[in-house]
């Protein structure tokens, strides 16, 4: 399973951005999709997640009511929504998969495959 995170850059706090995870092959209706971020000198952490059928999702309480998973089997692509964003969300973002994706993990030991990150600045 290949995929990569896309969408990243320079955003004023405040602003919005929408991540693109795509992938290659039709891996992607049967997993699961997890962001997660890692600032400077942080461990990786759980951003948000979406099950295979799309009908549970999960968010750090971090960035709940202010980003948005969503998914597109059809585009073979997973959509971050970041909005009302804050300097402390800076930092590198990654899409990884997890199967067989019924629900939502947190831990990132569960997911087999991850792309390559996208970085999100946030800052005046």
């Known amino acids: 399973v290949q995929l990569q995170a896309s969408g990243g850059g320079l955003v004023q706090p405040g602003g919005s951005l929408k991540l693109s995870c795509g992938f290659a092959g039709n891996a992607l209706p049967n997993a699961a999709i997890g962001w997660f971020r890692q600032a400077p000198g942080k461990e990786r952490e759980a951003v948000a997640c979406i099950n295979r059928g799309g009908d549970s999702t999960y968010y750090a309480d971090s960035v709940k009511d202010r980003f948005v998973i969503s998914r597109d089997n059809a585009k073979n692509s997973v959509f971050l929504q970041l909005s009302s964003l804050k300097p402390e969300d800076t930092a590198e973002y990654f899409c990884?998969?997890?199967?067989?994706?019924?629900?939502?993990?947190?831990?990132?030991?569960?997911?087999?495959?991850w792309g390559q990150g996208t970085l999100v600045t946030v800052s005046s």
């Open positions: 990884a998969v997890d199967f067989p994706g019924d629900r939502c993990e947190t831990q990132s030991h569960f997911y087999e495959f």
